[in-house]
């Protein structure tokens, strides 16, 4: 489903050589590893947000390497969320929906139930100020997800969460893998998150991935 065929990366003088990965359809795979490994730099690749000096990125048997972000069917959750502050709930969760030339009609009823679905339809008049982290990294999984995409890349989603709202996110992200309608990357520092939520572990270790030997499920 995903494929990372010996790519190398120049960001900004971090160089990473010869990165290999392969995540079936529909399971999920964590990339782990010290900060400032790579983890996100990789991620960013995948997503098109990261350019590849070297090598190929492949999504459903076809070659993404030079395809803007938009044409990759990739949504993606960024460790802050980015959220935009003076914008409503509803036009955050519309804006990759208005990318792709969705009919507002359309758009208001995929909006509707994608905040259904989270748990945040008391929330779709609100701005992003205010809105506990929680509520942001639903917003953001929402807006992720609203164009159905193929993959999914998430980095360190839970990370800056309490405990009661890292379990209630993490019990959110079981219920995305448990559906098996897309494909997540997904980067931590946490173990414990990583074998709560993947099926494929990968480590990041001197610029390259290697695959656990001891699959979560």
Do not use: N
């Amino acid at each position: 489903m995903i494929e990372l065929r010996s790519i190398t990366i120049d960001a900004d003088g971090f160089l990473l050589e010869g990165v290999d990965c392969a995540v079936e359809a529909g399971t999920w795979a964590t990339i782990m590893g010290r900060t400032g490994c790579g983890k996100t730099t990789v991620l960013e690749a995948i997503c098109g947000l990261r350019a590849v000096t070297a090598g190929s990125i492949w999504i459903d048997g076809k070659p993404v390497t030079h395809l803007p972000p938009r044409h990759r069917g990739i949504g993606l959750v960024p460790q802050d969320g980015a959220l935009f502050a003076g914008m409503r709930v509803e036009s955050m969760l519309a804006l990759p929906l208005r990318a792709r030339g969705v009919r507002r009609q359309q758009r208001r009823r995929q909006v509707q139930d994608m905040a259904s679905s989270l748990g945040i339809s008391d929330l779709l008049s609100r701005s992003a100020k205010g809105l506990s982290g929680g509520e942001r990294q639903r917003i953001a999984l929402g807006r992720a997800l609203i164009h159905s995409p193929r993959v999914l890349c998430l980095d360190e989603p839970l990370s800056a969460l309490d405990g009661e709202t890292h379990a209630s996110v993490s019990s959110l992200l079981r219920e995305v893998r448990d559906a098996g309608q897309v494909t997540v990357v997904h980067v931590t520092h946490d173990e414990a998150e990583a074998r709560a939520l993947a099926h494929t572990i990968w480590h990041m270790e001197a610029g390259r991935l290697a695959r656990s030997s001891d699959d979560v499920h």
